[in-house]
DNA sequence: ATGCCGATGTCCT
DNA sequence: GGACATCGGCATC
């Protein structure tokens, strides 16, 4: 069975700790008539105003960024390069924008309805391998930014899957060479060997 | 297997 | 005008 997490399990200060808790977690949606779900193998923690990588480094707050500093617990959607609709969690207090990027699910429910969004033929590694294909697999659009992680339409949920500290990897994160020291920073957490991870498969650190 | 490129909304200089 | 939390296709090794 699937219990939806709460919000105080997004409204803790410690972003690492709450993305490293959600590699094994189910994140559903149900974009139409059908349910979707995959399970989280893929996680970048973006650490607020003091982060060079994030989108609220320095306390920058537009339109687009506003839903960060909300309490944690919703969903900040938005487009990557004008195509990608890219998901995250935002964690923490209110003011404090804290965020985690969904990078990589294994599909668990709903993969006709993925290939038919993708548009893709099969149901291989890539159909949710990246944060632009997950969102795009499971029917998530910026629409749904600033949208309850509490929604039917739209959760994540706890389903008794364990991972063990051992199978968790930390890395540097992907595609933030912009960020200046900060690139170094190991924020991105997957389960070490899963097929679905995006980005360089050989060289992984260890966390 | 690796690399270049185009698509293109939002934000920044 | 340029950069960007990306991806797939096509060219080349």
Not at 79 to 105: E, M, S, W
Request: net charge positive.
């Amino acid at each position: 069975m699937r219990k939806k997490l709460s919000k105080d399990f997004y409204q803790r200060s410690d972003v690492l700790g709450i993305a490293r808790e959600l590699l094994g977690k189910v994140l559903v949606t149900k974009p139409g008539a059908v349910c979707c779900a995959g399970r989280i193998v893929e996680v970048e923690a973006y650490n607020g105003t003091a982060d060079r990588a994030s989108h609220a480094w320095g306390g920058r707050r537009t339109a687009r960024t506003e839903v960060m500093y909300a309490p944690g617990g919703v969903a900040y959607v938005y487009l990557c390069y004008g195509i990608h609709h890219l998901f995250n969690v935002v964690t923490n207090t209110a003011d404090i924008p804290h965020a985690i990027l969904i990078r990589a699910l294994e599909p668990l429910e709903g993969i006709e309805d993925m290939l038919l969004r993708t548009g893709k033929k099969k149901a291989d590694v890539n159909l949710t391998r990246g944060p632009g294909n997950a969102s795009k697999a499971m029917g998530i659009t910026t629409e749904l930014t600033g949208v309850s992680l509490d929604s039917n339409a739209l959760y994540i949920a706890e389903d008794g899957f364990r991972v063990a500290d051992s199978e968790i990897m930390a890395s540097p994160r992907i595609g933030v060479d912009y960020a200046g020291a900060d690139v170094l920073l190991p924020y991105r957490f997957f389960i070490q060997g899963h097929p679905n991870l995006s980005g360089a498969k050989s060289v992984n650190a260890l966390s």
